[in-house]
């Protein structure tokens, strides 16, 4: 173990595109001490995920187990990961996606949809970033989605709260614009995730996880403002956004 | 789900179910017959079945002590995963196969050897002990000292025993990612297994068989053997993208004439009768880790893997062997020959002591035919061809040649495994 220490905090950190980022991190350098304070549900899934970070060679790891499910539960969450000292690296990661159906069924599950994807995960971010610049320095990366940039049929519950988080993000760069303090907006398309286990073979074709976790390492790491994952994501975002409504309106996305 | 195995050949309609949770696992094999899989590197169809358990989501470790080097690990963690985390810190797997994409379960259930069977066995010596759930949806932790017979009945057993939920298994020291390579030219089959005798203390060895040149070059090989480096270079490039074979390929792009420039080539490029360099473990172990999809280039029928092993008396069946192929010009580049050491205990593990022959053909008729030739003369030499890579074999050869194959299945029925868990290749045996 190296000389460099970094902290790493997860907000969702049972996510599996944090999941990927997390052993990403802890792998990348040898000469490099993570040590990480990690937020999620699910006792088991937890310690599964701290033995497997442990293995790969993380250094300290902090607990706190607890669902995200109210704005007391983000800021709870967040003056926990703040508690302990500095921290260099934040990552908001927390989410849900129900299929449109689901939500079709029941408004209960589509506003709970967009609080947890839209109102909290902005809230966290939000929170975040003012911690950050409190400390003077650090990163903060929030997982956005493609489905965020147009609203389509399939999914425009889920898009419209990633959208609110991509605006927020947005507003939160301007506002820390130079403190010191990085904000990255990760725009992941199709990831092969527990998340998307509903979709798969479904035509769609999912990308690796451990691919996007690269991306959003390197994209922090260099302070992007904005990284699609996979890349070729950026052009057709591009293409879809730009697609006139009488075109869209034919297609089946 | 269109489904197949590496060789794309056969390819099955499946319903497949990823687990992320020994629960998920659980409801699965409660919930009726499953076939067990993991990154899907078999070659045939042991791999297939109606009911298709994906277990590359158990992906986590669990435990490692540095002090015994003694790693636990979810099944579906990839061998490519064990070497990304513990090639820096100076561990290597104690076994490993061709390609470093199949996972800690796979190899298990293969019983997977590699350039050091001769030495080491296989990945299933390596193994202390094993989480599996049987057909109840019970959990057991077997070893060879808890439950002997289900233990080597699950090492080898391709996933027919239960599923494989947790390894615990062996790492090896080692003090370089680099491999020290020595490259023997042997113009004939005999003096390839020379080379093979001469260098019976090597660690790793190896040999690439010219199956398309004939008369007084058949069999010719180049035997490669290897011992790690000690230069202490641990820290590397972490690997990047694989290069990918473009779409499909043409089915024609193999064939007699092309494998021919190919083979002499390669064969000719080594210079010297005995070369030395140094490699990373990646090229030395992985050669073709390097292409994604390298089965892509057989084009759309898929191809047949056939491996075969006979004891060190058929050797004359193996000569005879290598006659056929490449008289009957079918063979690919890739071939390879080894010397096995001992086998082991495990009811259903392929390697025996003596000679073991890999290569892949395009699958059409006549390939077929010569496969089933070939099964006879192995038979006929006291020898056995590799489950995990067929796709063809008959269910008579299967008896004849696995003699430990009755006691497996009383094992399975003791456990409840029959009708539980179950393959398109083991239903094609009619075994159930």
């Keep these: 173990m190296g000389v460099v220490v970094t902290t790493i905090a997860v907000l969702g950190a049972t996510s599996g595109i944090a999941g990927g980022c997390l052993r990403e991190w802890v792998c990348r350098d040898e000469d490099e001490t993570v040590d990480l304070r990690l937020v999620a549900r699910g006792a088991d899934r937890l310690a599964r995920l701290t033995a497997d970070l442990e293995v790969r060679g993380a250094g300290s790891i902090a607990v706190l187990e607890q669902a995200l499910d109210g704005v007391d539960d983000v800021r709870a969450a967040a003056d926990w990961v703040f508690a302990d000292g500095p921290v260099d690296i934040v990552l908001v990661a927390f989410g849900d996606m129900p299929s449109q159906e689901e939500a079709d069924a029941d408004p209960a599950v589509a506003a709970h949809l967009l609080d947890l994807n839209g109102t909290l995960a902005t809230m966290a971010a939000h929170l975040a970033a003012l911690r950050l610049v409190e400390q003077g320095s650090g990163s903060l990366a929030v997982l956005g989605s493609v489905a965020g940039d147009r609203g389509r049929k399939s999914n425009y519950l889920y898009g419209s709260a990633k959208a609110m988080v991509a605006t927020a993000v947005a507003g939160l760069q301007h506002r820390v614009a130079g403190t010191g303090v990085r904000i990255t907006l990760v725009k992941p398309g199709p990831t092969a995730t527990p998340m998307t286990d509903h979709l798969r073979g479904g035509g769609m074709p999912l990308a690796p996880v451990e691919v996007v976790a690269r991306d959003v390492v390197a994209a922090v790491d260099a302070g992007r403002p904005v990284v699609y994952t996979p890349r070729r994501w950026q052009a057709i975002m591009a293409i879809i956004r730009a697609l006139p409504r009488a075109v869209f309106h034919r297609t089946n996305l | 789900m269109r489904v197949s195995g590496w060789g794309r050949y056969p390819v099955a309609e499946a319903e497949v179910i990823a687990a992320r949770s020994y629960e998920q696992v ?71 196969p061709g390609t470093k994409y199949v996972t800690v379960g796979g190899a298990v259930a293969s019983d997977v050897h590699g350039k050091n069977h001769h030495k080491d066995g296989t990945f299933g010596d390596h193994v202390t002990s094993l989480r599996l759930m049987v057909a109840s949806g019970e959990v057991l932790d077997v070893s060879r000292e808890s439950h002997p017979e289900l233990f080597h009945a699950t090492c080898g057993g391709m996933g027919l025993t239960g599923v494989i939920l947790e390894v615990t298994f062996r790492l090896k020291r080692v003090r370089s990612r680099f491999v020290d390579e020595t490259v023997i030219k042997a113009p004939t089959l005999d003096a390839a297994i020379e080379a093979f005798d001469e260098h019976g203390s090597a660690t790793y060895s190896v040999g690439w068989i010219d199956l398309v040149a004939s008369g007084r070059r058949l069999g010719r090989s180049l035997v490669m053997v290897g011992e790690h480096a000690d230069d202490g270079n641990l820290a590397g490039r972490r690997g990047g993208p694989m290069a990918a074979v473009p779409l499909e390929m043409p089915g024609a792009l193999l064939n007699p004439l092309s494998v021919k420039a190919f083979n002499t080539l390669y064969y000719e490029r080594i210079r010297g009768t005995v070369t030395q360099h140094r490699v990373g473990y990646e090229p030395y172990f992985y050669p073709l880790d390097k292409l994604a999809d390298w089965n892509k280039l057989y084009g759309r029928a898929g191809f047949l893997q056939y491996q075969f092993a006979v004891p060190f008396s058929g050797r004359a069946a193996l000569q005879e062997a290598v006659r056929r192929i490449t008289e009957a010009r079918l063979a690919s580049p890739l071939a390879v020959l080894k010397v096995f050491g001992p086998a082991n205990d495990n009811l259903l593990s392929f390697p025996m002591a003596g000679y073991t022959l890999a290569l892949d053909f395009k699958v059409d008729d006549r390939a077929l035919r010569l496969c089933d030739e070939l099964d006879r003369l192995v038979l006929g030499a006291g020898g056995r061809v590799y489950l995990t890579k067929d796709a063809r074999m008959s269910a008579a050869t299967l008896r004849a040649s696995y003699p430990r194959l009755e006691e497996f299945e009383k094992v399975r029925r003791e456990y409840g495994a029959e009708g539980v868990f179950t393959s398109a290749q083991w239903k094609r045996w009619g075994l159930s």
């Excluded at chain 2, 979810?74 to 990304?84: K, M």
């Design chain 2, 26 to 96: 659980r409801s699965a094999v409660l919930g009726g017959a499953v076939t067990p899989r993991g990154l899907g590197r078999s070659y045939g169809d042991s791999a297939l079945g109606d009911r298709v358990l994906e277990l590359t989501g158990l992906d986590h470790f669990i435990a490692f002590d540095a002090a015994t080097g003694s790693l636990t690990c979810e099944a579906g963690v990839s061998l490519a995963e064990v070497l990304a985390a513990f090639v820096p810190r100076g561990w290597f797997l104690p076994v490993t």
